[in-house]
């Protein structure tokens, strides 16, 4: 009976990722009516945790975009980058790094992605190499990222106090470390632009040749009044989040008694309610000091597409969570052995449905807390944390398309076979390196 169900879950979230947007949500939540209904399977309380978690990160960083926060930012990268342009393969990624790792999203890459590829181009670099390793960095960034969904997420599932910080501790050096083995993977990838008879051809068309040596700058307008004051603001709120998790001595302790959302059973108030409270708090400080109207935010595109990782977190998370919970005793018995013996073996199915979920924050909610009933420690669990971002393996990701189209050369592409594209590569040397780093980092750290 669990291979049937196991077909159905699979199949919901194939075709839900298929139909993009929603669209796994939804599908989600047929996957789960029929769990219900046909098979009669109980099912688990709703992923509010994460959802709430989710609006209020994105809410914050929306409002940062809307005060100018994130075009102030993208201007500094810019500069780094256009600084060294020779040096554009392992410069790009680094600062897309922590860009992303500061903002809490990979989505801000978008505003970079033209100046990397005008940039390798000039230098008759391929355009090719900094970008597919600058998107994996993007994404790579959310699992260390103290403003990240995902990274709250599994801060909120191993549910101890120091959990946070200890994420950061691994997985940020680990990442890193993961990226620059990235770079070296693509650093004499494909022909040399000057080689490539395709970009060659594009050159005999005088229009596309001038317009390669135009110029092409970002965010053109003015800062806005505010957007120096909600980057303090912002970093402000990342700094108040990692205190608490460093020193959990200075977490607020009210009455104790049953354990609600936000409060353990002895009275302190858990880190998912404080994350919610200061990012949304921070907010309001930025709406309020740098007089951004909260219509603006509404507006932003951090903030309508918070509505799409809802619904999609909310359909996938709670049909796979009940199918966990329905299986829990014959999954435990098959593979505990497994894990216990060899740990990283769970990375595989960490890697398989973040391929397939394209959410990080969605396959730590749904596969963690098998790996916790499963009996693996909590350092192997973050040493693994990198493998939910297997989201490069079908190149329809919008921040794989978006670097495939800003490239004018053509080097950025999907291959022949689908899978054989730009990403494959460094994508997964990133995430093999970071996984093995994060294991050697956890003995003793």
Partial sequence: MIIVQLIILLAMILIGSRLKGIGLGVMGMIGLLIFVLVFHMRPVDPPVSVLLIIMAIVTTAATLQAAGGLDYLVRIAEKIIRKNPSHITFIAPFTVYFLCLFAGTAHIVYSLLPIISEVAAKKRIRPERPLSISVIASH?????????????????????????????????????????????????????????PEFLEKMKDPEFAKSLEATTTVNQVDLKPGAKTSVLIFGLAILLIIFFGAFPQFVPVVEAGNPGFAVNADGAVNLTGLIIMITLSASALMMLITKTAPT??????????????????????????????????????????????????????????????????????????????????????????????????????????????????????????????????????????????????????
């Fill in 296 to 445: 603006e935010v509404a507006k932003m595109s951090l903030f309508t597409s918070m509505a799409t990782a809802v619904v999609s977190v909310l359909g996938v998370v709670w049909m796979s969570a009940t199918f966990m919970a329905a299986n829990e005793s014959i999954i435990e018995h098959t593979f505990k052995d497994i894990t216990s013996e060899y740990p990283f073996t769970f990375a595989f199915a960490l890697f398989i449905v973040g391929a397939l979920t394209f959410s990080q924050a969605a396959t730590t909610r749904t596969i963690m807390p098998m790996g916790i009933a499963l009996g693996i420690v909590p350092p192997h669990l973050i040493a693994m944390f990198p493998a939910v971002n297997s989201d490069f393996i079908l190149p329809g990701y919008p921040t794989l398309v978006a670097a495939m189209d800003f490239d004018r050369t053509g080097t950025t592409r999907i291959g022949k076979y689908v899978f054989n594209h730009s990403f494959m590569i460094p994508g997964l040397v990133s995430i093999a390196v970071a996984i093995a780093a994060g294991f050697m980092l956890s003995s003793f750290l």
């Fill in 140 to 196: 790579m960034a959310l699992t260390g990222s103290p403003m990240s969904a995902a990274t709250a997420t599994l801060a909120a599932t191993l549910a101890y106090s120091t959990a946070a910080v200890d994420i950061m501790k691994i997985c940020i050096p680990a990442c890193i470390i993961g990226i620059a083995a990235g770079v070296i993977s693509v650093w004499k990838k494909g022909k040399e632009l000057n080689e490539d």
